[in-house]
């Protein structure tokens, strides 16, 4: 029989931060550091989550944490494996991806219903390849809610999580296509298979950055749309950790 008792393992630690329970886990910077400027609550811990920074943050007596920047299916399956033990339930990932559908564009909004894996990681957490990874349905409600009380427009559907940003080759992106991709990224499928091999609750809201839908790279990181709709996942996503809407600065 065999013995699939892991050898190493995350541990607490000696001082383990008092995250809360929801969790806001950012792929860039340079949303990290717009969730914080877009935040009205205040940081009561601060340290170094292996190359990632991660703040606690708190509105009276409630508590949640934001951690970024990440990049890659494994680093973002160490940083889910390492808040859950520190308490952490409820994961939100937001990040960037590229439009492999016709019908998405640059600065349109994403909420995955599920995450196809072509990463390396998440066959250790019982996913294989060629599987789905699903994000928690109540977790996805409360996110489409949270939009829905905003009036934004988004896409829900599948996405495609590669390990190989520059291996999305044409070939791949018609197969992707063909299975209904909407979108292509690098952390998702992983993040959901490790928060369901824990039981957590985990799902993700994704900007549109850049387009590979015609079999040709078409970035649109300096278009206004791309920023408008970082802030509006960004405000989502506080909305959901801060009590939807009550720690979240008002729109200027």
């Not at 708190?58 to 990049?71: D, K, W």
């Not at 996405?159 to 296509?177: A, N, P």
């Not at 079999?215 to 802030?231: D, L, N, Q």
Request: with cysteine; charged share 20%.
């Amino acid at each position: 029989m065999s013995d699939r008792r892991a050898i190493v393992n995350p541990v607490k630690g000696r001082n383990p931060p008092q995250t809360g329970a929801m969790a806001i886990v950012v792929a860039t910077q340079s949303d990290f550091r717009l969730i914080g400027d877009l935040t009205g609550t205040s940081v009561v811990e601060q340290r170094q989550l292996y190359m990632s920074r991660l703040q606690v943050r708190a509105a009276g007596q409630q508590r949640f944490t934001i951690v970024g920047p990440l990049i890659g299916a494994p680093f973002a399956a160490m940083v889910v494996e390492t808040l859950a033990v520190w308490g952490v339930t409820d994961i939100l990932f937001t990040g960037w991806c590229g439009a492999v559908s016709r019908q998405v564009k640059t600065g349109d909004i994403i909420l995955p219903t599920s995450a196809m894996v072509d990463e390396g990681t998440s066959n250790h957490y019982n996913t294989p390849p060629g599987m789905p990874a699903t994000p928690a349905l109540s977790l996805v409600q409360h996110v489409r809610s949270a939009l829905q009380n905003r009036n934004e427009a988004y896409h829900e559907g599948a996405i495609w999580t590669t390990d190989g940003i520059f291996r999305e080759t044409v070939e791949k992106v018609k197969h992707y296509q063909k299975l209904g991709a909407l979108a292509v990224e690098m952390e998702l499928s992983a993040i959901l298979s490790v928060a369901a091999f824990r039981n957590l609750k985990a799902a993700g809201l994704l900007v549109v950055s850049d387009e590979l839908s015609e079999y040709e790279w078409r970035p649109g990181f300096k278009k206004p749309e791309f920023k408008a709709a970082r802030e509006t996942v960004c405000r989502t996503a506080l909305a959901l950790a801060g009590g939807w809407r009550n720690n979240v600065k008002e729109d200027d």
